[in-house]
DNA sequence: GTTAGTGCAAACCTTTTGCAGCTCT
DNA sequence: AGAGCTGCAAAAGGTTTGCACTAAC
């Protein structure tokens, strides 16, 4: 179980081990991912009804300095809000549908190449690497195509 | 001139030319790149004293939406702002430093294994892509070493 | 002359901060 | 016991919206 080995190394760090705490790490670890604050917040209320929104973005922030989780901006395709996604699974980019929301993870060398070229050309020491891809997906771009005919076909636009 | 093919493709995209995009634009065009809503304001500003921020915000909105710019977020380092630069000069990563905040461009052959390797491998038409990578440059890695050792002497560190 | 765009004020949303009281270790 | 953490209320920072007026086409 991944929240127990999150423990452990909060604990290592010098951080405490508080209730809130750990229901936050359960509902990350359980969930999955592509949480922002807001839905995570909802879902730790469901354990404890009165965890605090604050307390919320205070452990995200925790998580985040302690190497525990990534912060995803997932394009700002729903608004200005953050992401959040263990950092368990291995470098990975997003792919996000601008249409339809639906987010796809992609694994691949290019990733490794391109942290290494970079590491290589600037003597940069990466501590994280981040790629967002936005587009439409195999399904919405037949969808979107379809839009735009009706679009031109009600407003057969002058130009 | 870059601002003027600018000009040019809002026209046939059919929005207007104001005085206040003109201005924009030029700022844009001449400052390079990396700006923010309120710098490019401020900048804007000692053109026409009487531009506002709105019109900053609703312009980069255009822009963005006609294709023209492209934003960023330089891993938050500042801020929740976004950043914006014209997309004239190709695909291109941003490394920025965490400590001294320098950014550096990146372009080369990853970045274009990776568009291709995720459009065939979901069938996905891409729009946008971003990487932005973060880390220490070669400069701020000794600083941040001695940085820690002084850390280490005052305060020993029990654990 | 129309319609799109501007400026102003006010709202909005997400995130952060100050502080008194509570709780892990 | 005491530093670290929480909850609450309030503020901050960045961006958007409603509306009357103005300017580009």
Do not use: W
Not at 29 to 57: F, M
Not at 120 to 128: N, R
């Amino acid at each position: 179980m991944k929240a127990e080995s999150a423990s452990k190394a909060l604990q290592d760090q010098g951080f405490r081990l508080t209730r809130q705490r750990k229901i936050l790490l359960d509902v990350i670890d359980k969930s999955g991912e592509h949480l922002d604050a807001e839905r995570l917040y909802q879902l730790a209320q469901k354990q404890d009804p009165k965890i605090n929104r604050v307390t919320v973005y205070r452990t995200l922030k925790m998580l985040k300095m302690g190497g525990l989780v990534d912060e995803l901006d997932l394009m700002h395709h729903e608004g200005d809000q953050h992401y959040y996604e263990t950092r368990a699974k291995g470098e990975h980019a997003h792919v996000i549908c601008l249409r339809c929301g639906k987010v796809e993870e992609f694994f691949g060398e290019p990733l490794q190449r391109l942290r290494k070229q970079v590491e290589e050309t600037f003597g940069f020491q990466i501590l994280i690497a981040r790629t967002e891809v936005g587009g439409y997906c195999a399904h919405c771009q037949v969808l979107r195509e379809r839009e735009l005919e009706e679009a031109a076909k009600s407003a057969p636009a002058g130009r």
